[in-house]
């Protein structure tokens, strides 16, 4: 069976030595059919790649070629990403990606033209890397309603929250180091203000709940603020603090979404998550709390993934996967300051405010203490509230603090 | 479409009622395939049972029925279990089963009437209850060679060994409190002497390396000899005691396989496991490490696993799945005494041998120490050495250890 790879970078590449490398036993996996790769499509030569020979320049010769079944697309970005899948698939070509901006903006709409012509779109690529995660939840947890999803879905912040908690580096230093070793980028927004964990959190409750969920519905804050204090008051509460990427039905059948640094406890699977690793808690009303846990990026992890991806593809030529979703529903969306959490609030006591007045203020569970805080700074765990009711009750105070996150209950 | 459950005990009476509760969304994921239960075959009536109507005493009822195309097998045991799974296959029928021992045992025969008659035989259930592992392992990580499996693979020994590492409660306490609850059988055997997580590794390294490994074939240790003096001087290892099943291929491209408890270093993902709670580490050459966690028995996880199994006979009807393995192959099962490990050393010193003596005849790189010792006790932890090279240093110094542990990298 013929294939195209478009893009030839870090995941690109992986995919095409990985193919070579497995190649016997892909072909077994794939119903005894040889994966060749016809083309590979990259604006560059690579002149001096043992693939040198399959690279082109033109799209259309990938569109135009009928041999060709399964594409895989690792270029990234959504354009011309998008209007290459579209064409490929309404070419009847199958399509694999590891492109999560593409599937978080414009899943949707390409699953419904992979199910207009009969073909798969596939994408266990775009969220926790090489994880097994969209397989398990569409196929392992057939049987369950999924009530809630929760991850470490960026492996850059995650490394450099590890690197806060357990070498008391600061945000800028563990940055520097991230960047160094190539785990974040030169401009590391994407990572460190939350978007890419937005964009798998987006796909994964796309997925979960049946209709599609877009990145700019879904309260969004990064790591930034995040100091060595927060790190020291969360370890007096037994817990450490993760970016969560989180998405929950509520009682009333909306969907409660969020991406924001969290405090969970110590003896939580996701605690123990460390460096550039990621893990994906599940929760189904059969199975209960299942976590898949492993590198969430990277060149062979993400081959991995691809690869399987395409084996799939190459076992069900001219069968669909069930694998797909709704159009969005107008207000399916909670607003999330109306959905009660327990609180972590850190900040400076005004001037006649003490810890105790205001621990009473927003109804503390535990005042928490670290060595050498700020003589008039205050570190509160408060009981389950709306973020509406204790932001009222901080105003009443005259407590307005530095910090505010949820406290999860996994 | 049409089922039969053989079998309504706990994971049957689950099967039936979970197909019930959510059988829009089941449907929905069947390809519109309604599933449709035809008989319960068991021994027993259930006069008080929704189902009652649809028990059966004869299983030729379901066998002649050309209407039922998939039949679940959740009796449990080898007899008639084999017989009749082999009658149904051979007649056509593909079989969805939570039968650990049946799939150890005769997985290859099943798997080949299987492939012969062009139907499905499928086990996701028999391994980790709910969690998902025998799907992701064959199809997810399809493009890895899978190098290591190691797993806490048995809820009722994590749950004793978990209450002796945390509560500080000695084993009969502990296995009594497990049967209080309902976590372990009257007579513990196949769970407290390692025969259930041996059935369990088998399974998956049966997958992993594509030949059928027997239990009969594979070293088996329990937790019996466990005493809250090794779980202390584990902690003093920065380590914790967990029953782990583990499958490795050897450089010489044979299998090494045991099931023991081994020191897991605290920093592990295994570490955190506590409880019923089970977990599956797989190591692929191009994903790293993933590990699957999540509840490895009771009604409504290995239910979940059950109907995820039927939905995939649904949509593969007259399809096979890829999921098979070969013949066991003559001497492929490596002599685990001559596989380098680094072990936990614990036992009275004879009289004229000093710690330190004793260490430095075993090559230990740490003497443990735990508060109130016998004063003649030492436990120690080794350089990487056989099994052999151990019992020979350990024989020449005249040191009869109690306890020997592999430790694992982790």
């Given at each position: 069976m013929n294939i195209a790879i478009m893009g030839f970078g870090v995941v690109g590449s992986g995919v095409a030595e990985l193919i070579e490398k497995n190649h016997a036993n892909i072909t077994k996996r794939s119903m005894q059919q040889s994966l060749e790769i016809k083309y590979i499509l990259d604006?560059?030569?690579?002149?001096?790649?043992?693939?040198?020979?399959?690279?082109?320049?033109?799209?259309n010769q990938i569109l135009n070629?009928?041999?060709?079944a399964v594409v895989v697309e690792t270029m990234g970005g959504l354009h011309p990403a998008f209007e290459f899948v579209s064409a490929l698939l309404q070419a009847g070509k199958s399509v694999v990606t590891s492109n999560k901006e593409l599937v978080a903006a414009k899943g949707y709409e390409l699953l419904t033209i992979a199910r207009e012509k009969n073909v798969n779109f596939l994408f266990?690529?775009?969220?926790?890397?090489?994880?097994?995660i969209i397989r398990p939840i569409s196929q392992c947890l057939a049987a369950n309603e999924i009530n809630e999803i929760a991850g470490i879905l960026n492996g850059t912040t995650n490394f450099i929250l590890t690197k806060m908690i357990t070498?008391?580096?600061?945000f800028d230093a563990a940055l520097k180091m991230a960047q160094e070793l190539g785990y974040a980028e030169k401009d590391p927004t994407a990572d460190v203000d939350g978007f890419d964990a937005c964009r798998k959190i987006c796909i994964l409750a796309s997925l979960c709940f049946g209709h599609h969920v877009y990145p700019d519905s879904v309260p969004t804050e990064g790591i930034r603020k995040i100091s060595l204090r927060d790190v020291a008051y969360a370890a007096d509460a037994g817990a450490v603090i993760k970016l969560l990427g989180v998405a929950r039905k509520t009682e009333s059948d909306k969907i409660c979404i969020f991406v924001s640094p969290c405090l969970v406890q110590?003896?939580?699977?996701?605690?123990?998550?460390?460096?550039v690793f990621n893990a994906i808690l599940v929760r189904g009303d059969a199975i209960g709390d299942v976590v898949f846990y492993g590198r969430g990026a990277g060149k062979w992890p993400t081959a991995s993934a691809v690869v399987a991806d395409v084996i799939d593809c190459a076992k069900h030529l001219g069968k669909r996967k069930v694998l797909d979703w709704d159009v969005p529903v107008e207000g399916?969306?909670?607003?999330?300051?109306e959905i009660p959490f327990a609180f972590y609030v850190r900040g400076a006591l005004p001037a006649g405010l003490s810890a105790e007045a205001a621990a009473n203020a927003v109804g503390a569970e535990k005042i928490l203490q670290i060595p050498n805080a700020p003589a008039n700074e205050v570190a509160l765990l408060t009981k389950k509230q709306t973020e509406t009711a204790l932001r009222a009750s901080l105003a009443q105070a005259g407590f307005a603090p530095d910090s505010i996150l949820r406290v999860t209950e996994y």
């Open positions: 604006l560059r030569e690579f002149p001096d790649s043992p693939f040198r020979d399959k690279i082109i320049h033109d799209f070629d009928d041999s060709v266990e690529a775009s969220v926790g890397g090489g994880i097994p070498e008391n580096m600061e110590k003896s939580s699977q996701l605690a123990s998550v460390d460096d399916e969306i909670a607003d999330i300051s």
